[in-house]
Antibody, heavy 125, light 112 residues
Framework: QLQLQESGPGLVKPSETLSLTCTVS??????????WGWIRQPPGKGLEWIGS???????YYNPSLKSRVTISVDTSKNQFSLKLSSVTAADTAVYYC?????????????????WGQGTMVTVSS | QSVLTQPPSVSGAPGQRVTISCTGS?????????VHWYQQLPGTAPKLLIY???NRPSGVPDRFSGSKSGTSASLAITGLQAEDEADYYC????????????FGTGTKVTVL
């Protein structure tokens, strides 16, 4: 079955760029209809949607993070990636990648039906 | 902060029924967007529990049910079991400038 796996550095220095990759296995990232996204969870806190990407490259970002976020896709490797620039301690979190599945004709009603296990990223000098 | 508000915690004895509310506004739940619910067991990734307000994915026990009315939604767990102790999050879409896909503040369910 479809699986997602995050990878990347667990420690990033303040003001630098956080870079993570999500590898999709058991299925193609180029499957029509699905979007692929990033969600984060600071320690002891709730979930925050970061952004989503379609295999064609079209992206949607959380407005509160938009100026610092870039999500890209590499269909040849069946991967999509997250870059978050100018990080601070507030960006310390578990970062999850997830598949966004359409449930109706209204794409705004998509749900995140498959998640990676998550990777902890700490911002510290 | 999240635009969907949940109670921080609810608790119940085994076998009891508990409900978790998710209160939104006219730009999300009240605008007619679907509500989904996720269960997060300790130390694990969230799992889709209820989609489209009241539908259960394959494998989710029918002890879990969801509903939506106006600007709010609810998750009910009947016949509470020890393995239901987890964090639960609602999620919807928000058409304002705050974000597109929004999650609730989260509720910790404790089985007494």
């Amino acid at each position: 079955q479809l699986q997602l796996q995050e990878s990347g550095p667990g420690l990033v220095k303040p003001s630098e760029t956080l870079s993570l990759t999500c590898t999709v296995s058991g299925g193609s990232i180029s499957s029509s209809s699905y979007y692929w996204g990033w969600i984060r969870q600071p320690p002891g806190k709730g979930l925050e949607w970061i952004g989503s990407i379609y295999y064609s490259g079209s992206t949607y970002y959380n407005p509160s993070l938009k100026s610092r976020v870039t999500i890209s896709v590499d269909t040849s490797k069946n991967q999509f990636s997250l870059k978050l620039s100018s990080v601070t301690a507030a960006d310390t979190a578990v970062y999850y990648c997830a598949r966004r599945r359409p449930l109706t004709m209204v794409r705004e009603n998509d749900a995140f039906d498959i998640w990676g296990q998550g990777t902890m990223v700490t911002v510290s000098s | 902060q999240s635009v969907l508000t949940q109670p921080p915690s609810v608790s119940g004895a085994p076998g009891q029924r508990v409900t978790i509310s998710c209160t939104g506004s006219s730009s999300n739940i009240g605008a007619g967007y679907d509500v989904h619910w996720y269960q997060q067991l300790p130390g694990t990734a969230p799992k889709l529990l209820i989609y489209g307000n009241s539908n259960r994915p394959s494998g989710v026990p029918d002890r879990f049910s969801g509903s939506k009315s106006g600007t709010s939604a609810s998750l009910a767990i009947t016949g509470l079991q020890a393995e239901d102790e987890a964090d639960y999050y609602c999620q919807s879409y928000d058409s304002s400038l705050s974000a597109f896909y929004v999650f609730g503040t989260g509720t910790k369910v404790t089985v007494l």
